[in-house]
């Protein structure tokens, strides 16, 4: 499932950031780790990745590759996506790991949203099933992270009223969905206020 890269990654090895400039990301990444949104699955496969705009040019921040099963990160497990382009399938970043596999869908949501300055992409079987063509829903037959991923999000921020309501989920790639605000806390937030629904019924 997770983890395997379908874009072409242009990585330059470089250090670490600062811990200061991950520090709220990775606060709100433990905060999704707990709520089990981001985590792994019994085989030890990860899931689930954060990222936050750096800048109006659509440079963002987001978790490394193959790290949803570590329940910490520190600055050694984020990386800087300089640019995306779903055309030739490439993500250009820059850190001391390769981003996230899913680098392809969050650079989508911030070059179409300039008002959207984070995102996250969680994992929860029973709200992925209660959200499933009940709100905005990613075709089935396209693939996660792919080129097509990408376009199908921006479809369904231009088609729907998903930039409005900020939540979707992918019918292709089980279990997933995707919140994303004008900050960490909005973004999950949107996902939290979903979780609370299904312990109110
Ligand atoms: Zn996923």
Partial sequence: ???????????????????????????????????????????????????VRLDAGGRFLISGSATGDLPELDARHYCVVQSADPERNTVVCEGPVVASSESMSHAAIYGECPEVCAVIHAHHRELWRRLLHRIPTARAEVTYGSPEMAGEIVRLLRETDLRRTKIFVTAGH????????????????????????????
């Fill in 1 to 51: 499932m997770e983890g395997y890269i379908k874009f072409k990654p242009h990585w330059t090895a470089a250090p670490a950031l600062p811990y200061e400039q991950i520090e709220e990301i990775n606060r709100w990444r433990t905060e999704v780790y707990r709520l089990g949104l981001i985590g792994a699955y019994p085989d030890g496969i990860g899931y689930g990745n954060i990222s």
């Fill in 174 to 201: 089980e279990e997933g969905i995707f919140a994303f605000g004008a900050s960490l806390e909005e973004a999950t937030w949107r996902l939290r206020d979903e979780i609370k629904h299904i312990f109110l019924e």
